[in-house]
């Protein structure tokens, strides 16, 4: 009866041995594999202290690598990286808006016919407010010249007040006018080149659409659309 008893022991300790052996993490890394400041690569079976933040390569006792511990960057290394992934960003970024202008270009033109009709409609619109102050202007000239005159009949004689301040009035607007019209002048041409841009980026676009179906690919705007969430942008902004 001892006998079995003690035979019962063994065999419940090598058993918990076994389980010991067989728990997570109980198996430790049998060896460290590091470079030092020279270059010179060593193995050891305890990391040392002033290895620590160089990057290694641990090891089990047959050798085998079980994981890689990266080595800490350098403050001009950690720069750098914070530089480039900041690139990175803002590369994505403008690559996302000009996915979003793209697909409103699309979406507000379906033929170079129809970016031409919108760019005469917004050349229209800005020459008929330009004709307006023109006329506008062409209006308040005669009347300053007509005071002009009266004012140099007077001599040497004061001009009334009213007269006066109609006369400070009237270069004071033609003096605004002016400016205006320089304003609208320039809209003009910023209005043109806006909707050539508009129209060769449409080109753009159609002729990719066209060698993409060529292959059997899908255009990479189509692409963006399905994967971006943001609501697109007016066409030529």
């Not at 914070?82 to 960003?89: T, V």
């Not at 002009?148 to 009237?170: C, F, H, I």
Request: charged share 30%; hydrophobic share 40%.
């Amino acid at each position: 009866m001892m006998k079995r008893d003690r035979i019962a022991t063994c065999v419940f300790a090598l058993l918990g041995v076994c389980l010991a052996m067989a728990a997570p993490g109980a198996v430790a890394a049998g060896m460290y594999k590091w470079t030092d400041d020279k270059g010179i690569v060593h193995y050891s079976d305890q990391m040392p202290p002033e290895a620590v933040n160089k990057g290694t390569v641990v090891m089990d006792k047959q050798g085998r690598p079980l994981k890689k511990i990266e080595a800490t960057p350098t403050p001009e290394q950690q720069k750098a990286k914070e530089i480039e992934d900041e690139r990175l960003k803002t590369i994505a970024r403008l690559r996302d808006e000009q996915t979003r202008k793209d697909q409103a270009l699309l979406q507000s033109y379906t033929s170079e016919d129809e970016i031409e009709f919108a760019r005469g409609r917004a050349i229209s619109a800005v020459t008929i407010q330009i004709k307006s102050a023109e006329d506008y202007t062409a209006g308040l000239t005669m009347r300053q010249r007509e005071l002009e005159k009266q004012k140099a009949a007077l001599g040497d004689k004061p001009m009334p007040a009213a007269l006066e301040n109609e006369l400070a009035s009237l270069n004071s607007e033609l003096g605004r006018q002016s400016r205006l019209l320089a304003v609208k002048k320039d809209e003009l041409a910023t209005i043109s080149a806006r909707y050539d841009v508009d129209k060769r980026r449409w080109q753009e676009i159609k002729a990719d659409q066209s060698r993409a179906a060529a292959v059997g690919l899908e255009p990479a705007t189509k692409q963006a659309t399905k994967v971006g969430s943001n609501p697109p942008v007016a066409a030529g902004k």
